[in-house]
């Protein structure tokens, strides 16, 4: 399928040209007759055509059709109202136009014309098309934007190449027939020929990219379908808009020539980069008019300054009326317009200045931190900014700092102050000159203003009568310490500014320290009244300051201060810091001393040490050397033997002050001084009188307690027994070997230790007991035995433990509980170690087994068999320990 060829499509040019100029020209004719070219067959609801009713009557308000299978609305547009078909013959009907207001009528004639249609069946017999070699690419296609018509506008014609063979039939899908928007497009089924039925918005749709269709009768598709590009060509119908209905703008009013103040800016809806859219811009007015301040830049839309007349103390404001054009700016463009508000911005081109070129002021003399004087100043820049706020400075006549200027933020004025009294008699008056500026500086030179505006303050001092001065406030006096009380120095002096005398003022202590110093009342002299020590002030090496008053005789008063520089004398020896020495020998071979003087240093150091009339054995073992100016060492021979030394060292200054000190120094076998004073302690015990009678009591009760048990053992070998029951009221008997409580409470309340308690040292317990034949034997461990009775408390529970205090060695024991247990300890724990380890020397707790109770008449006898110790070295039992003993072994040995 092709398009139509060349001549025929410029035919229908000429054609469709000649049908506009024949719109103009003659419209009356194309209101009596309008022809439409129909097709053989159309559906309901299909457009057919328009008429311009507008050019046949201009107010129209009643459009009817004498044919029912016709409609026609209000804009032009003919529809069918049923599907119509038209015969070979022409039809027609009658459009009538009213207008009821002017009682006017006109008839428009609509005559229908329908082509011939000669149909050519493809014979079956072809299974094949056939086409021409050559295909033609379809002819661009474009239509004006808002077209006047007539309407359906005829745009091009298409013909498919099988056409030459075959009847073809023509269709066209696309945006603007079957999708949005809807029936825009037609194209006669048996011509090819393609409508457009209305105006056509180029901002709205721009192309319309048509596809053609070309098939036979028999619905076979004789071409490939063409695409048809319509493209809408631009109509300059939208003026351009600017972004914004009111700019804002602020520029600063000392900026320069060509500063850029903003951009305005505008679009154009119509086609880009084409003389509808090349705009450009202006400024129709300015308010206020004169002068010219502000130019645009026609293509880019840059608003500068061109002026230097930019004053904000004169308009702080402009309006410009902003215009933009298209079609390049040519008259005949279409044009918009916008508004920019311009707001000038405060500058520093005004400096402040004084009202006045001499000002005035008064004052009395001594008054300070008072106000004397407001200088108001001038200032045109913008109020409450830094360009309009002022800085006062004095430039000259303030050496003495009598005097400060400062700023009102509120009424920015300069308020000199006095911050410092002023003296009559010194000056009657003070000429100042002070200065004013901004906070910032100035943007620009300023004609015949400097930055800086000066002016002349006179201030009169006014006389006061005034009490004395104490002048300097500070008087310095120098005494040497340790001199003799009652002694007379030349004191604090006081004036009376008026007189400059001395004469007629009373002087008066207000504080003193120490008490050392009186002042004579007329004279102001001081004399000490006690003897003066430097070490004795605080700071040593400070001033001692008394505090004195003067009054005149009127009782005004001034007070001042005379500092005592208390010259240093050599009174104090130097003295050794350390008392107690204690040195681990042989880890230390020596220990350091030193020595400090409380008197300034001409009277200290260097110090010398030396030892102080030694007896001959600290001389032969004691030595010292020194280390530096303050500090020496003392070192002992290696034959010095393990006690405490009494050491007299003596020091000396360099001016021949010396004292001597009597060192306890403390040799001792140790690995820490720590170690050697906590056994100095405890050997340093002294027992006192009330003491050693408590011992010797102690002892007598012991030795009744023995001789008690001996006649006791005696009676029970003549057959004496004591009753089961007076027994039982003493001690329980149990033979259970299994875990249980560390304690036994006895009937009568008391309490019994158990082996368990050897974790603590002490290995008193109660042994097994057993009867044979109905009689109780006790033991006990060596350094334990004693009775329950000798523990008894009133009500309470006691255990054998707690009588370590007492006696417990027995009669027939050599050695003491002590001896007997640093003895044996390092052999039992040895053992112990050795009994909970298996065969390959691994720890394991299988080897020390708990006993359950044995029921009475045990063969392993009582573990209490090693509680005597039967010689000083048979001592060999401990080597072979039999199970019976692993029990109590673990017992003694938990923490």
């Given at each position: 399928?092709?398009?139509?060829?060349?001549?025929?499509?410029?035919?229908?040019?000429?054609?469709?040209?000649?049908?506009?100029?024949?719109?103009?020209?003659?419209?009356?004719?194309?209101?009596?007759?309008?022809?439409?070219?129909?097709?053989?067959?159309?559906?309901?609801?299909?457009?057919?055509?328009?008429?311009?009713?507008?050019?046949?009557?201009?107010?129209?308000?009643?459009?009817?059709?004498?044919?029912?299978?016709?409609?026609?609305?209000?804009?032009?547009?003919?529809?069918?109202?049923?599907?119509?078909?038209?015969?070979?013959?022409?039809?027609?009907?009658?459009?009538?136009?009213?207008?009821?207001?002017?009682?006017?009528?006109?008839?428009?004639?609509?005559?229908?014309?329908?082509?011939?249609?000669?149909?050519?069946?493809?014979?079956?017999?072809?299974?094949?098309?056939?086409?021409?070699?050559?295909?033609?690419?379809?002819?661009?296609?474009?239509?004006?934007?808002?077209?006047?018509?007539?309407?359906?506008?005829?745009?091009?014609?298409?013909?498919?190449?099988?056409?030459?063979?075959?009847?073809?039939?023509?269709?066209?899908?696309?945006?603007?027939?079957?999708?949005?928007?809807?029936?825009?497009?037609?194209?006669?089924?048996?011509?090819?020929?393609?409508?457009?039925?209305?105006?056509?918005?180029?901002?709205?749709?721009?192309?319309?990219?048509?596809?053609?269709?070309?098939?036979?009768?028999?619905?076979?598709?004789?071409?490939?379908?063409?695409?048809?590009?319509?493209?809408?060509?631009?109509?300059?119908?939208?003026?351009?808009?600017?972004?914004?209905?009111?700019?804002?703008?602020?520029?600063?009013?000392?900026?320069?020539?060509?500063?850029?103040?903003?951009?305005?800016?505008?679009?154009d809806k119509d086609e880009p980069d084409t003389m509808h859219t090349r705009l450009k811009y202006s400024i129709l007015e300015q308010t206020p008019r004169s002068p010219g301040l502000f130019s645009v830049h026609p293509n880019t839309g840059v608003i500068t300054i061109?002026?230097?007349?930019?004053?904000?103390?004169?308009?702080?404001?402009?309006?410009?009326?902003?215009?933009?054009?298209?079609?390049?700016?040519?008259?005949?463009?279409?044009?918009?317009?916008?508004?920019?508000?311009?707001?000038?911005?405060?500058?520093?081109?005004?400096?402040?200045?004084?009202?006045?070129?001499?000002?005035?002021?008064?004052?009395?003399?001594?008054?300070?931190?008072?106000?004397?004087?407001?200088?108001?100043?001038?200032?045109?820049?913008?109020?409450?900014?830094?360009?309009?706020?002022?800085?006062?400075?004095?430039?000259?006549?303030?050496?003495?700092?009598?005097?400060?200027?400062?700023?009102?933020?509120?009424?920015?004025e300069g308020v000199l102050c006095v911050v410092k009294p002023l003296n009559y008699e010194e000056n009657h008056q003070v000429n100042l000159e002070i200065g004013v500026s901004n906070e910032v500086p100035l943007t620009r030179d300023v004609p015949r203003v400097t930055?800086?505006?000066?002016?002349?303050?006179?201030?009169?001092?006014?006389?006061?009568?005034?009490?004395?001065?104490?002048?300097?406030?500070?008087?310095?006096?120098?005494?040497?310490?340790?001199?003799?009380?009652?002694?007379?120095?030349?004191?604090?002096?006081?004036?009376?500014?008026?007189?400059?005398?001395?004469?007629?003022?009373?002087?008066?202590?207000?504080?003193?320290?120490?008490?050392?110093?009186?002042?004579?009342?007329?004279?102001?002299?001081?004399?000490?009244?006690?003897?003066?020590?430097?070490?004795?002030?605080?700071?040593?090496?400070?001033?001692?300051?008394?505090?004195?008053?003067?009054?005149?005789?009127?009782?005004?008063?001034?007070?001042?201060?005379?500092?005592?520089?208390?010259?240093?004398?050599?009174?104090?020896?130097?003295?050794?810091?350390?008392?107690?020495?204690?040195?681990?020998?042989?880890?230390?071979?020596?220990?350091?001393?030193?020595?400090?003087?409380?008197?300034?240093?001409?009277?200290?150091?260097?110090?010398?040490?030396?030892?102080?009339?030694?007896?001959?054995?600290?001389?032969?073992?004691?030595?010292?050397?020194?280390?530096?100016?303050?500090?020496?060492?003392?070192?002992?021979?290696?034959?010095?033997?393990?006690?405490?030394?009494?050491?007299?060292?003596?020091?000396?200054?360099?001016?021949?002050?010396?004292?001597?000190?009597?060192?306890?120094?403390?040799?001792?076998?140790?690995?820490?001084?720590?170690?050697?004073?906590?056994?100095?302690?405890?050997?340093?015990?002294?027992?006192?009188?009330?003491?050693?009678?408590?011992?010797?009591?102690?002892?007598?009760?012991?030795?009744?307690?023995?001789?008690?048990?001996?006649?006791?053992?005696?009676?029970?070998?003549?057959?004496?027994?004591?009753?089961?029951?007076?027994?039982?009221?003493?001690?329980?008997?149990?033979?259970?070997?299994?875990?249980?409580?560390?304690?036994?409470?006895?009937?009568?309340?008391?309490?019994?230790?158990?082996?368990?308690?050897?974790?603590?040292?002490?290995?008193?317990?109660?042994?097994?007991?057993?009867?044979?034949?109905?009689?109780?034997?006790?033991?006990?461990?060596?350094?334990?035995?004693?009775?329950?009775?000798?523990?008894?408390?009133?009500?309470?529970?006691?255990?054998?433990?707690?009588?370590?205090?007492?006696?417990?060695?027995?009669?027939?024991?050599?050695?003491?509980?002590?001896?007997?247990?640093?003895?044996?300890?390092?052999?039992?724990?040895?053992?112990?170690?050795?009994?909970?380890?298996?065969?390959?020397?691994?720890?394991?707790?299988?080897?020390?087994?708990?006993?359950?109770?044995?029921?009475?008449?045990?063969?392993?006898?009582?573990?209490?068999?090693?509680?005597?110790?039967?010689?000083?070295?048979?001592?060999?039992?401990?080597?072979?320990?039999?199970?019976?003993?692993?029990?109590?072994?673990?017992?003694?040995?938990?923490?």
């Amino acid at each position: 399928m092709a398009a139509a060829p060349r001549s025929s499509l410029r035919g229908a040019l000429c054609a469709q040209l000649l049908l506009t100029l024949s719109v103009f020209s003659f419209a009356a004719e194309a209101c009596n007759k309008v022809i439409f070219n129909v097709p053989s067959k159309s559906e309901a609801d299909t457009m057919i055509g328009r008429v311009n009713l507008k050019e046949c009557l201009r107010s129209v308000d009643l459009v009817q059709s004498n044919d029912t299978d016709f409609r026609v609305l209000d804009d032009g547009s003919v529809y069918t109202t049923t599907a119509v078909k038209f015969s070979k013959k022409k039809r027609s009907f009658t459009i009538r136009l009213s207008d009821t207001k002017r009682q006017f009528q006109k008839k428009i004639i609509v005559l229908l014309e329908s082509r011939k249609e000669v149909l050519k069946k493809r014979q079956t017999k072809e299974t094949v098309l056939r086409r021409a070699k050559r295909r033609w690419a379809p002819i661009p296609c474009s239509m004006q934007e808002n077209s006047l018509g007539p309407f359906p506008l005829f745009l091009q014609q298409v013909q498919s190449d099988a056409a030459q063979n075959y009847t073809i039939f023509y269709s066209i899908s696309g945006r603007g027939v079957d999708q949005e928007p809807l029936n825009l497009f037609y194209i006669e089924r048996d011509t090819g020929n393609l409508f457009c039925t209305k105006p056509v918005d180029r901002e709205e749709y721009d192309v319309f990219d048509l596809i053609a269709y070309a098939s036979t009768a028999d619905g076979y598709s004789a071409d490939l379908p063409l695409p048809l590009p319509i493209r809408v060509e631009d109509e300059n119908d939208n003026k351009p808009i600017f972004t914004e209905a009111v700019y804002n703008f602020e520029v600063s009013e000392s900026s320069r020539l060509g500063t850029s103040v903003g951009v305005v800016c505008a679009t154009d809806k119509d086609e880009p980069d084409t003389m509808h859219t090349r705009l450009k811009y202006s400024i129709l007015e300015q308010t206020p008019r004169s002068p010219g301040l502000f130019s645009v830049h026609p293509n880019t839309g840059v608003i500068t300054i061109i002026s230097h007349y930019l004053d904000r103390e004169v308009v702080d404001k402009y309006s410009l009326i902003m215009k933009v054009q298209d079609m390049d700016g040519q008259f005949f463009g279409l044009t918009g317009t916008s508004t920019c508000i311009i707001t000038v911005k405060d500058s520093n081109d005004n400096a402040p200045t004084f009202r006045q070129n001499a000002y005035e002021a008064s004052v009395e003399e001594n008054a300070f931190n008072v106000e004397i004087l407001r200088v108001p100043i001038e200032d045109k820049d913008l109020i409450k900014t830094a360009n309009w706020r002022a800085n006062f400075t004095i430039l000259k006549g303030n050496e003495n700092g009598n005097f400060k200027i400062s700023t009102d933020k509120e009424t920015n004025e300069g308020v000199l102050c006095v911050v410092k009294p002023l003296n009559y008699e010194e000056n009657h008056q003070v000429n100042l000159e002070i200065g004013v500026s901004n906070e910032v500086p100035l943007t620009r030179d300023v004609p015949r203003v400097t930055a800086m505006n000066r002016a002349l303050v006179t201030v009169h001092v006014k006389d006061v009568d005034e009490g004395p001065e104490c002048s300097p406030p500070a008087q310095y006096v120098q005494i040497k310490e340790n001199l003799a009380a009652g002694s007379n120095i030349k004191g604090y002096k006081a004036y009376d500014p008026e007189t400059k005398s001395s004469s007629g003022l009373r002087y008066k202590i207000l504080h003193d320290p120490k008490g050392w110093i009186a002042i004579d009342e007329t004279s102001g002299s001081i004399t000490t009244s006690k003897i003066l020590d430097r070490e004795a002030i605080s700071p040593k090496h400070g001033l001692y300051n008394i505090t004195v008053m003067a009054i005149d005789q009127d009782g005004r008063s001034c007070t001042g201060t005379l500092a005592v520089n208390i010259e240093d004398v050599n009174d104090n020896a130097p003295e050794i810091l350390q008392h107690y020495l204690t040195i681990c020998k042989p880890k230390m071979g020596y220990t350091d001393i030193s020595a400090v003087d409380p008197d300034e240093p001409v009277h200290g150091a260097p110090f010398y040490f030396s030892l102080s009339s030694p007896s001959p054995e600290i001389n032969r073992i004691w030595s010292l050397t020194k280390i530096n100016d303050t500090a020496a060492r003392l070192s002992y021979q290696k034959n010095a033997q393990f006690q405490e030394y009494t050491i007299p060292v003596t020091v000396k200054d360099r001016a021949g002050q010396s004292a001597t000190k009597i060192l306890r120094v403390n040799l001792c076998d140790c690995t820490h001084p720590s170690q050697c004073r906590s056994t100095s302690r405890s050997a340093g015990v002294v027992l006192g009188k009330w003491a050693i009678l408590a011992i010797l009591l102690g002892i007598a009760l012991l030795f009744s307690v023995l001789l008690t048990l001996v006649c006791g053992v005696i009676g029970t070998k003549k057959g004496k027994r004591f009753p089961e029951d007076l027994a039982q009221q003493n001690l329980i008997i149990s033979n259970t070997e299994a875990p249980g409580d560390d304690r036994v409470c006895s009937a009568n309340g008391f309490t019994t230790q158990t082996a368990n308690n050897c974790s603590q040292g002490f290995c008193g317990t109660m042994g097994s007991g057993s009867r044979n034949g109905g009689q109780e034997t006790i033991e006990m461990v060596k350094g334990g035995h004693q009775t329950l009775e000798s523990c008894r408390g009133a009500g309470h529970h006691h255990t054998l433990d707690s009588c370590r205090g007492g006696h417990t060695e027995m009669d027939n024991c050599r050695y003491n509980y002590s001896e007997w247990h640093s003895f044996t300890q390092p052999h039992l724990c040895e053992k112990l170690h050795q009994c909970s380890q298996n065969e390959n020397h691994v720890p394991s707790q299988d080897y020390v087994l708990t006993y359950n109770y044995e029921g009475r008449g045990s063969p392993a006898g009582s573990v209490g068999c090693c509680s005597e110790k039967q010689e000083e070295d048979g001592l060999e039992f401990l080597n072979n320990l039999e199970p019976k003993f692993m029990t109590l072994a673990e017992a003694c040995t938990k923490r």
